[in-house]
């Protein structure tokens, strides 16, 4: 994980067709061990944080499971804020872009026409909410790393209960 990553990624390789892998992956997420804090929709699974121990900047790890032509499994793994927060958040940058295309449409015009562009205040406002944004998603990394450990540990447990210690994984 880089500083600058907004959605820490990694990937993982399985020798499995994909099937069979989400079918062993599924079994393994309903194992007691894994605490039951996983769910399966398609060819993805979901690792949450549990509800009592959730804070607004808790991550969630989202694995998509893809077929190989090498007739493996590719676990393409991310980690990112929970759907709803990340929502509010992508909300926000398209507003902020938003806001800056019409101010500076808005600045253009005032400034052709010959008055003083002060729409064009506006840009600077809305790259700073975009900055700020950005920095609040890597303090709430930092705030969470111990959830994206036990996360990233969930899934590791996960993979060796339906592969075991080395059995398939590349």
């Known amino acids: ?20 892998a ?17 769910q399966s929709a398609g060819h993805c699974l979901d690792f949450k944080v549990p509800k009592g121990q959730q804070r607004l900047w808790s991550p969630h790890l989202s694995v998509q499971l893809s ?13 990112s804020p929970r759907p709803e927060i990340w929502t509010g958040v992508m909300a926000t940058y ?11 449409m808005y600045g253009y015009v005032q400034w052709f026409m010959g008055h003083s562009p002060w729409a064009l205040v506006a840009i600077p406002v809305a790259a700073a909410v ?3 944004l950005h920095l609040a998603s890597l303090t709430g990394q930092r705030l969470s790393a111990d959830q994206m450990h036990t996360l ?3 899934f590791d447990l996960s993979m060796k209960l339906a592969f075991g210690e080395s059995d398939g994984l590349v």
């Open 1 to 20: 994980m880089t500083t600058l990553e907004m959605q820490p990624t990694f990937v993982r390789h399985v020798d499995e067709p994909l099937d069979a």
């Open 22 to 38: 989400l079918a062993k992956l599924r079994r393994a997420i309903r194992a007691p061990e894994v605490g039951g804090q996983a």
């Open 94 to 104: 398209f507003a902020a872009v938003f806001v800056m295309f019409v101010a500076a």
């Open 130 to 132: 975009i900055v700020a």
């Open 67 to 79: 077929e190989q032509d090498s007739g493996g499994t590719e676990l393409y793994c991310r980690f």
């Open 152 to 154: 990233r540990s969930q």
